[in-house]
């Protein structure tokens, strides 16, 4: 027997119907619905790629500036079973319809961001090779290979078509119980910290280390984002504002025994599970058309800039910071700098990010944020992009 959600918030959401193999089809298309539905995506997506900004300057904080732990980054470690799961599950979410045709028709997924992957780890590893951005000795040209193949800076580019095509490879193998395989990925989704002793290794000072860990930690969010619209729905649907501040209280104490009492493996993926859970009940009831709701659905819509540029740009002040004498300043008041400067910093770095990536759409040179044609296939013309969006169909997990 199929069932039915006639879902009926400020979110819009069409009528989500579960199909066989965890597939969702939206029974209602209308311009209103899914403009509404559209918001709360860029909105989610947007407040996720504010919070990786704010973690990455508090990071820089902590390894540079505070030697103990500062304000945001408190506030980062404790919004991190958020952060990652919820943006893999949109991801997810919004595969559903790509996972349906064949696989070369969607090489944008696969190919088209191994290669974004590949460009920009290369050219953000390449500092490594001058001498007035790095202190180190010269890197091995081994190493910077091996950095092309595992997960490393931009790892969740890299994440995004293996986590693709392993879904597609479920969803063939397993069929109609394909949900099923959320049991043994929620396992190793729990038991992933265990890898690290083995991984960390693999690339050495001054490369980053191999994101593994994240990866086997992250795919359980997008496999759940394939299989989870209704459900998803079916959450925002049912708000309440006690079940809102019940289920965050909740949060905030689950995460006060993991970290008080080192639970991590067995309690920060339901901690990740409640999180996407407040989040439902959160996104249901806000304002999409305030200004703070638009300036969020903006960012969720061009995400991919961000995404690469905030790292480096993040770099950049930190060898401006050094060449300029600024480093004494900020650690003669280490507390203040780690409590100030993330929230202070995180708005301009995402602008100059989001006006780069405008820029580099209208130069000769797009092919830096967009893989070229002979790799991913001829592109849809923009008004098709848009009627697809119309019609509900999930067509980007990272909008460009």
């Given at each position: 027997?199929?069932?039915?959600?006639?879902?009926?918030?400020?979110?819009?959401?069409?009528?989500?119907?579960?199909?066989?193999?965890?597939?969702?089809?939206?029974?209602?298309?209308?311009?209103?619905?899914?403009?509404?539905?559209?918001?709360?995506?860029?909105?989610?997506?947007?407040?996720?790629?504010?919070?990786?900004?704010?973690?990455?300057?508090?990071?820089?904080?902590?390894?540079?500036?505070?030697?103990?732990?500062?304000?945001?980054?408190?506030?980062?470690?404790?919004?991190?079973?958020?952060?990652?799961?919820?943006?893999?599950?949109?991801?997810?979410?919004?595969?559903?319809?790509?996972?349906?045709?064949p696989l070369g028709s969607s090489r944008s997924r696969t190919l088209g961001l191994y290669y974004v992957y590949v460009l920009w780890t290369a050219l953000f590893l390449l500092r490594r090779w001058l001498p007035f951005l790095s202190a180190d000795a010269e890197p091995e040209v081994g190493?910077?290979?091996?950095?092309?193949?595992?997960?490393?800076?931009?790892?969740?580019?890299?994440?995004?078509p293996v986590f693709f095509l392993a879904t597609k490879f479920l969803l063939r193998m397993l069929g109609n119980r394909s949900a099923y395989a959320l049991i043994p990925l929620a396992v190793m989704s729990a038991l992933s910290p265990l890898v690290q002793p083995y991984t960390q290794g693999l690339l050495t000072e001054p490369f980053d280390a191999a994101k593994i860990p994240s990866v086997l930690a992250n795919f359980l969010w997008f496999y759940l984002g394939v299989?989870?619209?209704?459900?998803?729905?079916?959450?925002?649907?049912?708000?309440?504002?006690?079940?809102?501040?019940?289920?965050?209280?909740?949060?905030?104490?689950?995460?006060?025994?993991?970290?008080?009492?080192?639970?991590?493996?067995?309690?920060e993926t339901v901690l990740s599970g409640l999180a996407l859970f407040v989040t439902a009940q959160l996104v249901s009831r806000i304002n999409m058309d305030s200004r703070a709701g638009r300036g969020l659905r903006r960012i969720g819509s061009q995400t991919l800039p961000v995404y690469i540029f905030h790292i480096v740009l993040i770099s950049a002040l930190s060898a401006v910071v050094k060449l300029t004498g600024l480093m004494p300043l900020l650690q003669s008041s280490p507390g203040m700098a780690a409590a100030v400067v993330p929230p202070l910093l995180a708005l301009p770095v995402i602008l100059l990010c989001l006006s780069a990536g405008s820029l580099i759409k209208r130069s000769p040179f797009p092919w830096l944020l967009d893989a070229p044609s002979f790799l991913v296939g001829a592109r849809k013309p923009k008004e098709d992009d848009r009627r697809a969006k119309a019609a509900g169909s999930p067509n980007a997990g990272l909008n460009r």
């Open positions: 027997m199929v069932r039915k959600f006639r879902l009926r918030n400020r979110c819009g959401y069409a009528t989500m119907t579960p199909i066989r193999g965890g597939r969702v089809s939206t029974g209602d298309n209308s311009g209103s619905a899914v403009k509404e539905r559209l918001s709360w995506i860029d909105f989610s997506k947007g407040l996720c790629m504010v919070l990786v900004v704010l973690y990455h300057l508090s990071l820089w904080m902590e390894t540079e500036v505070h030697s103990g732990p500062g304000l945001w980054w408190v506030i980062s470690d404790a919004l991190n079973p958020l952060r990652m799961p919820l943006f893999f599950f949109i991801s997810g979410y919004l595969s559903v319809s790509a996972l349906r045709r190493q910077l290979l091996l950095s092309l193949v595992l997960p490393t800076s931009f790892w969740y580019l890299y994440a995004l299989h989870g619209a209704a459900l998803w729905a079916s959450f925002s649907r049912r708000r309440s504002y006690g079940v809102l501040g019940l289920s965050a209280a909740l949060y905030v104490a689950i995460y006060a025994v993991m970290t008080a009492f080192r639970l991590e493996l067995l309690l």
